[in-house]
C-alpha cells in the first residue's frame, strides 16, 4: 500500500491550472454578460454634491449607471452595518451606500455596459462634483490621537523598575509601511442572473459561505437564493478573507439589469481594499549581562480607518519566544481617512516580530554575544502570556539544524567585516513563531462500489495546495490510490468551512476527512462482516484498517474482505458519510509553530544596492502533510518577506489623501533577480497532544522573522541599523 501523507505529492489540481481548464472568478463565460466599471473618488473624505450620468447614458451599448441615488435596495443603516462576516467583528465596506466619501480610490458609481470598453468609456463622461472636508492619511500626524485596543496580552512583574536596574539597556522604534496584496489574480466577480431573484455569484474569495452570509444580509435574501462559488483563487494571502466590495456591486448590477454581471478591478482599484498596516513599534529590552532578560516592553501603534477598528497581536509574541520575569505591551489604533486595514500573511506576527527581533539583534551587539547564543539563553518552555507549556516547541533544534545548514560558525561577529570583492556581506538571522489554530470543518465521503471516492467540503484552495493534501488524507484513509479520489471545494452549497487563512486550514480539513472516513470504515466493516463466511467476524473498528481496496485486519492481512465485493453482497452502490471535526477545548498546553532564518545579504559599498543571496530557514511545524507543497509554501512566504525588507512600501501624498504607487510598475515587489538561493528544512516535531495527525499548518510561519533576519543581516555587512521598512540604498547612505 502506497503511503501518500508526508510524502513530496504534485498537485492533484496542477494540469487542470498549466492547461487553462481551472476557471477563476472573472472566467466563467455565460450568454448575455453585462460588463461592469467602477468609478472612484478622486478624494480622501467629504460628500458627493452632484452626480450628472447625463453624457454616459448617451453612449450606445450603455444599459445603466448606478449610483447611491438610484442603486437598488441594501439592508440596514449606515451606523448599524453588524454583518456575520470573518475574520473580525464590524462589516466590509459597502459601495454605493450614501453620499458620504470615506477614503480616496472609494467606489461611487457603477457603469454597466455590453462590452467593458463601453463601460470603462462610459465611466470617464460620468460628472461628479464633491465637498472636500479635512482629512489626514498620515500616522505620525495621529500617533498622539491613537486609542488602545484591548489585547490578551497579559503583563508581568514590575517593567519599569526592572528596565531601570538592567545592566544592559535597549530601547528603539521601527516603523513598517503600508503594504499592498498585489496577488496576481485581479478581484471579480462573476454573477448570474437565474431568474426568480436567484444568483449564482463566482467570486475571488478565501470563504464562499462567507461571502454568502454576507450578501444574504445585505440583499435579505435566503441563503437558498444565493450561491457563490470559487473553485480556484489566484492568489490573496489575506485579500480574500472578507468580502471585497466588487461583489456587492456585481449584485447590484444584476439586481438592477435582472440579467448577468461581470466587475473586474484594474490593479489600481485594488488599492483600495485592504492592507497591511502601517505600523510605528517601540521596543524596550532590559537585560542582565549574561544575556538573560529582565524587562520587555513593546508597544505598536498601528492604522485603521475612520468607520472600522481593525487591529492583529503585533506585541506579544516575545513572551512566546523568550523569558522575562518582567514585561508590558500595549497596542493602540490610529484613525486615518483610508480604507480599513486587513489580514496579510502572519498578520501582526510579520510587523510586531520584525521589531522584536531587530530588537534583540541590536541587544546582542550590545552585550557582545553571537545572536544565536542570545536567544538560546532566553529561551523559554512556556507561554508566559497563559503560563502554560506547548504541545511541542522544536525552536532549538530550528537554531541547529539552520545554523549548521548556513555555515554560521564561520560567521565573523564584526560589522564590515565579511567581504567578496567590491560587496560587503552580511550574515543574520532571526526567531520566527505563529499560531497553530484549528477550526471546526465538515467533509462529506462518497464512496462507490468501483473503488473511487468524491470528498466535498465548501474550504478554499488559496494556491496552498489543499485540493491535495484532502486527496492524500482520503487516500490514506480509505486505502486506495490517488487518482482514485476527486475532492470538491469552493461552493457554498457544500459542508461547511471556515473562509482559509490563519494556517488552520491544513490541520482541520485534514481532519474533517479522517473523521468521516473512519465512518465510512465503519459501516464497510459491518457489510464485510455480514459476507459469507467473512474473514472478519468479530473484528472491532480499531483492528482493521483500508487498504489496497480492502477491509483488511491490522494483525493479518491475509484476513480480508475486498470493498467491492463487501458493497455488492449488500446491494450498497454508494456509501455517504459527512461529519465535522471536533478539536477539544484544552487551555493546558498553547499551540505554536516556530522557526529559525539565517540569511546572507550582499551590498555593493559604493551604490549601496543590497541581495540577498542565501537564505536558510528551518521550520518546525509539527507533521508535514506533503513536502513538495510545503516546500513552495516556505518558500512563496520567503520571497514575500525579502518583498517586506527591501521593496515593498505604498506611498501617500498627504497632501491629496492619495496613493502615488498604485501599480505594480512602482510598487516594488522581488522579481527572479532578487530571488536566489532559498533552502526550507522541516525539522522533525511530533506532536501527539495537537491533534491526532499532528499537523499544525504553514502558510504564515515561513514570512515571520524574515525580514527582521535581512534588517539583521544588512546591518552585520554595512554597520548601519535602518529601522524603517523598507530597507533601501538612499537609507544606507543617511
Not at 534583540?360 to 518552555?381: F, G, H, K, Q, W
Not at 502570556?385 to 525552536?395: A, H, W
Not at 540577498?612 to 516546500?631: C, D, E, K, M, P
Not at 501599480?663 to 515587489?669: C, G
Request: contains cysteine; proline residues 4%.
Amino acid at each position: 500500500m502506497v503511503n501518500y501523507i508526508g510524502t513530496a505529492t504534485p498537485r492533484v489540481d496542477g494540469r487542470a491550472k498549466v492547461t487553462g481548464e481551472a476557471k477563476y472568478a472573472g472566467e466563467f463565460n455565460i450568454s448575455g454578460l453585462a460588463y461592469g466599471s467602477v468609478i472612484e473618488s478622486t478624494i480622501p473624505k467629504g460628500r458627493i454634491a452632484r452626480i450628472d450620468t447625463s453624457e454616459a447614458l448617451r453612449v450606445e451599448g450603455v444599459l445603466d449607471v448606478l449610483t447611491h441615488e438610484n442603486r437598488p435596495r441594501m439592508a440596514g443603516a449606515d451606523d448599524a452595518w453588524k454583518d456575520d462576516v470573518a475574520p473580525e467583528e464590524g462589516s466590509p465596506f459597502r459601495p454605493l451606500y450614501d453620499d458620504k466619501i470615506r477614503f480616496s480610490g472609494q467606489p461611487i458609481a457603477l457603469v454597466l455596459a455590453e462590452e467593458w470598453e463601453i463601460a470603462r468609456y462610459a465611466a470617464s463622461l460620468v460628472r461628479i462634483e464633491c465637498e472636500k472636508q479635512p482629512f489626514v492619511t498620515d500616522l505620525y500626524n495621529q500617533r498622539d490621537q491613537a486609542f488602545v485596543v484591548k489585547k490578551p496580552d497579559k503583563p508581568r512583574g514590575n517593567v519599569k523598575r526592572a528596565y531601570a536596574a538592567a545592566d544592559v539597556r535597549h530601547e528603539a522604534e521601527y516603523f513598517i509601511p503600508t503594504e499592498n496584496h498585489n496577488p496576481m489574480e485581479l478581484f471579480a466577480s462573476t454573477v448570474t442572473w437565474d431568474g426568480g431573484g436567484k444568483l449564482t455569484v463566482y467570486d475571488k474569495t478565501q470563504g464562499v459561505q462567507n461571502v454568502q452570509r454576507y450578501l444574504c444580509n445585505v440583499f435579505k435574501k435566503k441563503a437558498d437564493d444565493l450561491r457563490v462559488i470559487s473553485p480556484f483563487v489566484g492568489g490573496a494571502f489575506g485579500s480574500g478573507l472578507r468580502p471585497q466590495y466588487q461583489v456587492v456591486l456585481a449584485v447590484l448590477g444584476a439586481l438592477a439589469l435582472k440579467r448577468s454581471v461581470r466587475l473586474v478591478l484594474t490593479r489600481q482599484q485594488m488599492y483600495g481594499l485592504g492592507y497591511r498596516p502601517a505600523t510605528i513599534e517601540r521596543l524596550a529590552l532590559g537585560a542582565k549581562a549574561d544575556g538573560t532578560l529582565d524587562a520587555i516592553t513593546h508597544e505598536a501603534i498601528a492604522v485603521t480607518s475612520q468607520f472600522e477598528d481593525f487591529s492583529r497581536n503585533d506585541t506579544g509574541w516575545s513572551a512566546l519566544l523568550y523569558r522575562s520575569a518582567n514585561a508590558n505591551y500595549l497596542h493602540r489604533l490610529a484613525r486615518l481617512d483610508v480604507p480599513t486595514s486587513s489580514d496579510m500573511r502572519a498578520p501582526g506576527a510579520a510587523t510586531g516580530v520584525y521589531a522584536l527581533e531587530s530588537a534583540m539583534d541590536e541587544l546582542a551587539v550590545a552585550l557582545n554575544l553571537d545572536p544565536v547564543e542570545l536567544r538560546l539563553r532566553c529561551y523559554s518552555d512556556r507561554d508566559q502570556n497563559e503560563d502554560v507549556p506547548y504541545t511541542s516547541k522544536q525552536l532549538r533544534e530550528c537554531y541547529r539544524q539552520g545554523a549548521d545548514a548556513f555555515g554560521w560558525d564561520k560567521r565573523k561577529p564584526e560589522p564590515r567585516s565579511m567581504r567578496d570583492g567590491s560587496e560587503l556581506v552580511g550574515w543574520g538571522m532571526a526567531t520566527g513563531v505563529w499560531e497553530a489554530l484549528q477550526m471546526p470543518v465538515a467533509a462529506r465521503i462518497v464512496l462507490t462500489a468501483n473503488g473511487h471516492a468524491e470528498v466535498s467540503c465548501a474550504a478554499s484552495d488559496i494556491g496552498t495546495g489543499t485540493y491535495t493534501i484532502m486527496a492524500q488524507v482520503a487516500a490514506d484513509t480509505l486505502g486506495l490510490p490517488l487518482e482514485n479520489i476527486t475532492v470538491k471545494l469552493g461552493d457554498s452549497t457544500l459542508p461547511q468551512a471556515p473562509v482559509e487563512g490563519g494556517s488552520w486550514m491544513a490541520a482541520s480539513a485534514s481532519h474533517a476527512v479522517a473523521t468521516t472516513a473512519k465512518e465510512i470504515r465503519k459501516e464497510l466493516l459491518a457489510l464485510a462482516k455480514a459476507t459469507k463466511n467473512s474473514p472478519l467476524a468479530g473484528a472491532k473498528l480499531e483492528d482493521v484498517v483500508l487498504a489496497d481496496g480492502k477491509v483488511a485486519s491490522k494483525h493479518d492481512e491475509g484476513r480480508a474482505v475486498s470493498i467491492a465485493d463487501a458493497m455488492r453482497h449488500a446491494a450498497v452502490d454508494r456509501i455517504e458519510k459527512q461529519k465535522t471535526n471536533s478539536f477539544p477545548d484544552d487551555t493546558s498546553h498553547a499551540r505554536n509553530t516556530h522557526s529559525a532564518v539565517f540569511v546572507e545579504v550582499k551590498v555593493d559599498e559604493q551604490l549601496g544596492v543590497i541581495r540577498v543571496t542565501r537564505v536558510v530557514s528551518a521550520i518546525a511545524a509539527g507533521r508535514i502533510l506533503n513536502t513538495q507543497t510545503a516546500h513552495s509554501q516556505v518558500m512563496g512566504s520567503v520571497v514575500g518577506g525579502i518583498g517586506m525588507a527591501l521593496h515593498e512600501e505604498t506611498l501617500y501624498d498627504h497632501r491629496f489623501g492619495r496613493i502615488m504607487n498604485a501599480n505594480i510598475a512602482e510598487y516594488h515587489v522581488p522579481v527572479n533577480a532578487d530571488v536566489q538561493d532559498i533552502k526550507v528544512i522541516f525539522v522533525d516535531e511530533p506532536d501527539e497532544i495537537i491533534n491526532p495527525l499532528g499537523i499544525k499548518g504553514l502558510g504564515e510561519i515561513g514570512i515571520v522573522g524574515v525580514a527582521a533576519a535581512i534588517a539583521n543581516a544588512v546591518y552585520h555587512a554595512t554597520g548601519k541599523r535602518v529601522r524603517d521598512l523598507p530597507i533601501t540604498l538612499d537609507k544606507l547612505q543617511r
